[in-house]
């Protein structure tokens, strides 16, 4: 099965890469996602200062993760002397994306430094606010600076996806990471009364499955809007399933971090794994495959009644307890209304056996 997959003249042996934050912060841990098999290597965000991190900074729960890290801890000379050095030299030419923050003066001092270094930049726009102007002149700047592709990645708060691709493009940006956390967000511990974890204005970026459907419509708007930008997707991927989503979505390849972090760092390897036998469970050839099928929208106005399978249902009445339109009753076995169902389709979605189907 074939997993590569190219573009901008980067050339990866799989898509799946580890997004910026604390599994990319020095050596050791960009050694280790190498190691994984990742197909490429995104470092954790540089900028001219280091970041002054507030502890604890991260919050785990089932589906979601919680973090007031900021970018990296160490400063850019440490970087540039020490772990980007390191890496480079024990690196198999696997494509190193830096990850670089934030604004046209950070980019002034950083891109001269860090370019003999990386393979492409990733920009992150996490604090520069929502002016396309001001994200469209840090663009301009970088590409006065370096021939390497630029990444721009865009911030849920951005209120306009398409703009934002429209503009980074015509200011020479190859394509976009989408998408960074969301926030700001609340971790609010009710025993205390008080924030236990967030920076100094107590709040925290959200990021992990939780996020996945927000950044799959910010990945397709952003490539029916700008078809020639590079698209990396990268917001609650944990499956292989979710990587084959985001790829249909309009995304070249992805990445992942917060997944690993709830899960387990060998995460990225069992994905990997998993691969091969995603693909060909929904009848692809190759990664390349996915990536040109795109998506079609199937939106329709009228459905069926739903119906039961019997022998699946297990008589557990969650799909009358939570029916909107008070259309679902067990007589016998489970009926439905048809005077009263809308055939809106949350029975089927949430019957924990699949005995419900619309079709």
């Known amino acids: 099965m074939n997993l590569k997959t190219s573009f901008d003249g980067l050339h990866l042996n799989n898509p799946l890469m580890p997004a910026a934050g604390p599994l990319v912060g020095d050596a050791e841990k960009l050694l280790f996602l190498k190691e994984a098999g990742c197909g490429a290597i995104v470092t954790k965000t540089i900028s001219t200062k280091d970041a002054h991190i507030p502890k604890p900074c991260i919050y785990g729960d089932r589906e979601f993760i919680m973090n007031s890290e900021l970018w990296s801890e160490y400063p850019k000379e440490k970087w540039i002397h020490e772990f980007l050095p390191e890496f480079v030299a024990k690196n198999d030419g696997r494509p190193l994306i830096v990850s670089v923050g934030y604004s046209k003066e950070d980019m002034i001092v950083l891109i001269p430094l860090l370019d003999r270094f ?69 971790k609010i511990d009710i025993m205390s009364r008080s924030i236990q974890y967030g920076n100094d204005k107590g709040f925290v970026w959200t990021s992990g499955p939780v996020i996945k459907n927000l950044a799959l419509a910010t990945v397709y708007q952003i490539k029916q809007a700008e078809p020639s930008l590079t698209v990396i997707g990268v917001g609650g991927i944990a499956t292989a399933d979710d990587v084959i989503e985001f790829l249909l979505a309009g995304a070249s390849a992805v990445q992942m971090l917060s997944a690993a972090l709830l899960k387990g760092k060998q995460l990225y390897a069992k ?89």
């Open 118 to 186: 990386a393979d492409a930049f990733e920009v992150s726009t996490h604090y520069v606010g929502t002016d396309l102007s001001v994200i469209s002149e840090t663009v301009r700047t970088i590409r006065s600076l370096t021939k390497k592709p630029i990444y721009m990645k865009i911030s849920p708060h951005i209120p306009n996806p398409s703009g934002f691709a429209k503009a980074i493009k015509d200011s020479g940006a190859n394509g976009v990471v989408a998408v960074n956390s969301l926030g700001p967000t609340m």
């Open 271 to 359: 994905i990997i794994e998993d691969l091969p036998k995603a693909l060909e469970k929904y009848g692809f050839s190759s990664i390349e495959e996915v990536i040109k099928t795109g998506l079609k929208n199937t939106v329709k106005y009228e459905s069926s009644l739903p119906t039961l399978i019997v022998d699946k249902c297990t008589r557990c009445m969650l799909c009358v307890r939570v029916c909107p339109y008070f259309a679902i009753d067990m007589k016998d076995v489970i009926t439905f209304n048809p005077e009263k169902c809308f055939q809106c389709g949350l029975c089927a979605t949430k019957c924990p056996t699949k005995a419900i189907v619309i079709k």
